[in-house]
């Protein structure tokens, strides 16, 4: 049967199949198909899903679908998850209701290995959390976004598959020859990337889980020649970087203020640097940005790029990012 499809190139298939999927606009009644070096995704509204990804829809034959029992045909609601390799996460505060999702989701066709439950915030200095693990025991994983893959152990480093999207947004920005600074790097969501692009690539992480699953991905993804992982504190341990990167990621949103002197040392005559931050709705960026202004004029021009909300945080609170170009002015 005729339906219609987005088409994108293979190794965008994944991040363009959960993207529409997080819109509700995939047509799970067909078959995914894959022809030479594109995918083509069946939606139920072209227009909304072509404006969503920004790719071409096309219309094609796609097979029907056998029927696949999923977890809301056995719970009777749709549960929240979200999925990070073969470990299925949830974020439920009652318990009980947690393990029932979790038998749901081993008896539907969906392939599972580990499901764990949130049982803390992110915590302390390394952003880690606690987890209650419900199903299996193996909290390593390897996760793929936008063509990479990430191995990594949800019980000793940070990652959050939710800010796969803004990471492209950034590491799309990056040109062939670029010398990027990665301060908070975890397990190389940014770095690799970056590196993939031809840039020499630094990344930092005070967690020494991280800097190891760090170096593992950059090998694992053939792009180890153009990484430093280096571990300690960034504030610490960059000083032979200073006066070097064209471009920095900053992403320790809860106290990204406090390491801005540093983000300014290493920063050369012209760097973009991608500050993340969180704050109240009244005023998400202005922060920063005073921040920013504060370490780096006058000896910088300091001009904001973008300002953009990535994601509501907690009531009133947003999770921003702004993209500041840093330009040395003539002495
Ligand atoms: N950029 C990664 C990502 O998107 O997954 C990790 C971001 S996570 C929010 C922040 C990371 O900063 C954690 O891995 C933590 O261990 C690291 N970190 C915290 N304080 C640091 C410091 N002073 N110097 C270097 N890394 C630090």
């Known amino acids: ?28 009644d067909h078959e995914i198909s894959v022809e030479d070096d594109s995918i ?19 219309v094609r034959d796609a097979p029907e679908r056998d029927a696949q029992v999923t977890p809301a045909d056995l719970l009777g609601y749709e549960p929240g998850y979200e999925r990070l390799g073969d470990i299925v996460i949830l974020d ?17 066709d969906l392939p599972v290995e580990t499901v764990v439950n949130r049982a803390s915030k992110v915590k302390g200095e390394l952003r880690v959390r606690d987890w209650d693990v419900l199903v299996g025991e193996e909290t390593e994983t390897v996760h793929r976004e936008y063509g990479h893959a990430f191995a990594l152990d949800i019980a000793r480093v940070y990652f959050s598959p939710r800010l796969a ?13 670029e010398r990027v600074f990665d301060m908070f790097a975890g397990v190389g969501p940014f770095v690799v990337p970056m590196a993939a692009r031809g840039a020499e690539v630094v990344g930092v992480d005070l967690n020494p889980d991280a800097v190891a699953y760090l170096r593992e991905n950059a ?16 504030r610490e341990v960059s000083g032979e970087y200073e006066n070097w990167a064209t471009r920095i990621v900053m992403n320790l949103p809860h106290s990204a203020d406090a390491f801005v002197e540093t983000a300014v040392a290493l920063a050369g005559d012209e760097c973009v640097v991608h500050y993340y931050d969180i704050q109240h709705e009244d005023d998400p960026f202005g922060p920063g ?21 990535v994601r509501s945080y907690a009531p009133h609170e947003v999770n921003v990012c702004l993209d500041v170009r840093l330009t040395r002015r003539d002495q």
């Open 289 to 309: 940005v005073e921040a920013i202004r504060a370490a780096a004029e006058p000896e910088y021009e300091v001009t904001v790029e973008t300002e953009r909300v």
């Open 1 to 28: 049967m005729s339906v219609p499809c987005v088409c994108v190139p293979r190794e965008a298939g994944e991040a363009t199949r959960r993207e529409l999927a997080a819109a509700d606009l995939l047509d799970t």
């Open 92 to 108: 439920e505060d009652d318990d009980e209701r947690a393990r029932e999702i979790a038998a749901a989701l081993v008896e539907s």
């Open 219 to 234: 090998r694992r993804n053939g792009v180890a020649e153009r990484v430093t992982a280096l571990e300690g504190d960034v």
């Open 40 to 58: 083509y995704i069946p939606v139920t509204d072209p227009t909304a899903a072509a404006a969503r990804v920004d790719a071409d829809v096309v």
């Open 165 to 177: 999207t803004e990471r492209h947004r950034v590491a799309s920005q990056v040109r062939e020859g």
